[in-house]
């Protein structure tokens, strides 16, 4: 995926130091708290974890300011990085809905309306 949607940044505007545990959750979307209650057990726990967020503090782009235009698009690019999957039926199945609705109603339309049909049948 080339989209810069679905690009990992450090997120400056929500950070910390860097931004880069930030930048996890909103990739993720997962709680901020949790994501650096867990660099920070980890970092405790084993050491290395420091150098790898000083390294992707120094590798990452800062996340552009116009990257979403509103929660909701962003709640929508979280679950596309998630399970790119999962939303593509979701996607199919609303078309489907949207498809099915339309056909209700040119069906509507067309049974009441004694000129379109007509129309239609000397088009036949």
């Known amino acids: 995926m080339n989209s810069p949607r679905t690009t990992l940044y450090r997120d400056k505007h929500n950070a910390k130091l ?38 992707a503090g120094f590798v990452l782009n800062k996340k552009p300011p116009y990257l979403y235009r509103d929660a909701n698009e962003q709640k929508y690019w979280q679950s596309v990085r998630q399970s ?9 199945a609303s078309f489907r809905d949207i498809d099915r609705r339309l056909a209700a109603v040119e069906a509507h339309y067309v049974s009441s309306n004694p000129r379109l049909t007509a129309e239609i049948e000397r088009l036949r």
């Open 18 to 55: 860097m931004g880069v545990c930030s930048g996890i959750a909103d990739y993720t979307g997962v709680n901020v708290l949790w994501v650096r209650l867990g660099t920070l057990a980890l970092a405790m726990g084993l050491g290395w974890p420091i150098f790898a967020y000083f390294i």
């Open 84 to 92: 790119p999957r999962r939303t593509a039926r979701e996607i199919k």
